[in-house]
């Protein structure tokens, strides 16, 4: 009789669902880092009597540390292992938001939200790269869509659930809510995955060469730097986006949901995205595509009028395409990299391209606004969309890792 061949052999692996949505609220989790100063910023104002330029700083701190340390902590995960450092990473988050809830002086509650950074920045390295693991070939890019909608839900969550604690309750039980959640979220993580045989088999990195010489051969590797530039151009245009559009539309009513709605269209977005490079066509074609919408959506929205409803209209066509962009980038990457210890240098390098865009954006197209007025801001975009685009078209040059 003809043997049998081993199934373990020929059939890819299952999709572990429960581990990848259990990382995907860790993404939550972290993220809610940046929601919980958001929501809480007059409150803060209000308890420190400190001025908003210096609050304003302790909420943009924790990205400023991925802005700096990207490429290292994906060169550091992928040495020391993604599994340690994502549960290192959310219990010093949680540790962080514990001393928070006491509400110690604001030099000491700014040196807490640098160390988030930190906290932050290895739950965005290593979760994708995990998730990629525990992801079945076939459902890699769908996964990563669903990856990526994590800060908008965070922001969502955050503006619902976090702003009714903390009108209820104050300042300490929201942090205090936030540092439980993110805890019991690590603990149950290294009790789940600690002994998952899928990760065992993740091959140690390639330790050649200095930390220097290593970290410049990872800025060299178009397999990494294009997804990431793809990401920059995406959140230069989207912070500026969601924050000055919506001061466009004359009508106060249009606004205030226009502020509610566009988060939740670029989530949409973001979503459509992975499921769209899953099962259509490849990360790199949808991020184009993505780019090549917002760039007519810009179009048509200087030919329109006065027309409130429409020009939302317009804006909302244009947000979901915009949103589209980050699930594809973060699509590109497992479909890219090589090996695991690439997957995470490109989500490192991904997360400091993404601060990059977020730091120099906005300044950038307010200054367009006051100069020009609408116009100025359509020419920006279209200028970061030709960016984007030519991007998006050299990361499709490369040949995809089966």
Known sequence: ???????????????QWL?????????????????????????????????????????????????????????????????????????????????????????????????????????VVAAPTLIAKLSAPQHKSLTMGIWGTFFGVAFAVSGWAGKSLLDQYGLSTLFLSHGILISTIGVVLFVILRKNPVLDLVPAADNQGGFFSQMMRIYRNPRALLPSFVFLFYTCTLVSVLTYV???????????WMLVLLPLITTSGTFL??????????????????????????LVLSLIGDTALLFCFVVGVMVLFLGMVPGASLAMIPTLARNPSE??????????????????????????????GLSGLVVLVLCVCCFGILFSLLAGRIKTVS
């Open 1 to 15: 009789m003809p043997s049998t061949p081993s199934y373990s052999s020929v059939v890819a692996p299952k999709t």
């Open 19 to 123: 581990e990848i949505i259990l990382l995907w609220i860790a993404g939550i989790s972290a993220a809610m880092q940046f929601a919980k100063f958001s929501v809480s910023f007059e409150t803060l104002l209000n308890h420190y009597q400190t001025t908003a330029t210096l609050t304003g700083a302790s909420l943009s701190a924790v990205g400023l540390v991925g802005l700096v340390f990207g490429v290292s902590a994906g060169m550091i995960a992928s040495r020391v292992g993604y599994l340690k450092v994502l549960v290192g990473a959310l219990l010093l988050g949680g540790s962080l938001s514990f001393i928070q809830s006491f509400l110690p002086p604001f030099n000491v509650l700014f040196i807490t939200r640098i160390l988030e950074g930190l906290s932050q920045l290895g739950v």
């Open 246 to 256: 919506p001061g466009l539309i004359n009508d106060l009513s249009l606004q205030k």
């Open 273 to 298: 995205a992975g499921a769209i490079a899953q099962y259509l066509m490849r990360p790199q074609r949808v991020a184009l595509v993505a780019y090549a919408g917002v760039a007519v959506s810009a």
């Open 343 to 372: 997957q995470a240098q490109g989500y490192g390098l991904l997360a400091q391209f993404g601060n990059l865009g977020a730091t120099v954006g906005p300044p950038t197209f307010a200054t367009a606004l006051v100069a020009y």
